[in-house]
């Protein structure tokens, strides 16, 4: 039902009505005017022939001898009836002869004579309409020739009207026929048109539910062309710019996300300072309470409380400076300045720096690689070195080894820092870069680590753009990062 109604809205259906309709006007136009006006066209135009014919006539008249056959072919020709009479009113000649229509309606004729007879003797002739019983209604011209014989020339009107009636129903017929060939022409023919009217509608619906797959095939170099063509612009935009729309939506919605994570590591930051300051802060205002009471009075135990409130001081500070250091890298306020320097001779530096506690602990390393020059900012690599051999040094095993060693990784340089111990926990070596994140907080509190020395190491390896990790070997662990090599 809805599929009928929509078809008779079609333009295809209102372009066909509509030309039948100019169409049927024009032809019944045609027919009001030939029924009502062709039949004084043709009299005024039969007047117009039949004074051609009478100058014809007087021309004939004009020479010498005066030809039957010439009057004869003029009466043919305009197909008139011809009467001529000499100045003694005997006839000289008729078109008909004696038994015609017109000789027998001759007195009817010249019965109008008297009222013409002016224009008669103005112009030489005289046009005029007659009706009579004979012959009815007919055209007749009367005039002199050469000044002497009279001539009546003669044609019916009937003629006339029945041309007029014939040219006007053969119009209606032929305007029946052709409103409903060009109808049915119209019809088939506007298919042509709204066929691309129905693409693009199609198209439009789609691009309605947001489907930009569908595209208007019309090629035509013409108007429905050119609307194809801007309807596959328009589709081709707006799929651009919802495509846009969609990715600010989720950088949008990954900034909101990034917020509320961010949010979230503040609380967690805060939790972790306020769980990490609470044990040295409490056990610096115990000591240094029981130092203003007198608790113990001998000088051994009053260095002991000196020394445990020193010794959580320095932890605190320690982790203050690394959170304002870790701070720095994550905010981009420490600025990485990329340098050449020899990575094995920042290694061995450190390592002597560290040789009393490493032997004190009965700890050996080995570290034997060649020098090797990489870019990267030096001071951030020797952060990174640092917290991997601390780490190291604080989860060998007893009296065990710690392995520091080099391999290349395409233009890179992987430093392996491999200690000696048992292995972390599976579920535990994805959360080790988690600021203030401890799998033994226990054993960590024994040496004074806060969980964000291997932070800053995620930290700094980002700001390179380089890889990290650790993973559980035969043996131990081993932590790596990579630096770029020099290639010269």
Known sequence: MK??????????VKMTLMLIVIMASTILLSVFINFVMLEPYYVMKEKKYIKEAYFKVQKVFQNDTVSKEDIDEIAGEYDYRIMIRDPLNQMVYSSEGEQGVMYKDLKNILNNID??????????????TNASKNQGTSINLMGYLDGQYTVIINTPMESIRVSASLSGRFTAYVGIFL????????????????KPIEEMSKAADQMSN?????????????????????LNELSRKLEMTISELKTANNELQKDIEQKVQ???????????????????????????EGLKDNISEDEESR???????????????????????????????????????????????????????????????????DSVYVWADEFMIEEVVSNYLSNARNHVSHHGIIRI??????DNLRVKVYNTGKHIPEEDIDKLWVKFYKVDKARTREYGGSGVGLSIVEATMKAHGKDYGVSNIEGGVEFYFEVELDKK
Do not use: W
Not at 179 to 194: D, E, K, S
């Open 3 to 12: 599929k009928r109604i929509l078809e008779s809205k079609s333009i295809r």
């Open 210 to 230: 947001l489907n930009f797959d569908v595209k208007v095939h019309n090629t035509e170099d013409d108007e429905l062309g050119q609307l194809g063509s801007s």
């Open 115 to 128: 009222k013409i007879q002016n224009q008669i003797n103005e112009r030489g002739y005289a046009v005029t």
């Open 405 to 410: 060693s080099y391999c290349q990784h395409g």
């Open 179 to 194: 409103i409903l060939g060009a109808g049915i022409v119209m019809y088939i023919f506007t298919r042509r048109f709204t």
């Open 262 to 288: 961010i949010d979230e590591m503040r609380k967690e930051f805060l939790s972790h300072v306020s769980h990490e300051l609470k044990t040295p802060i409490a056990l610096i205002q115990g000591y240094s």
């Open 303 to 369: 260095n002991f409380y000196c020394d445990v409130i020193t010794d959580e001081a320095k932890k605190m500070n320690r982790m203050v400076q690394k959170l304002l250091t870790l701070n720095q890298i994550e905010f981009g306020n420490n600025k990485v300045e990329m340098e050449r320097f020899d990575i094995t001779e920042l290694i061995h530096n450190m390592l002597s720096s560290n040789q009393i506690l490493l032997e004190k602990e009965g700890i050996h390393v080995d570290f034997k690689e």
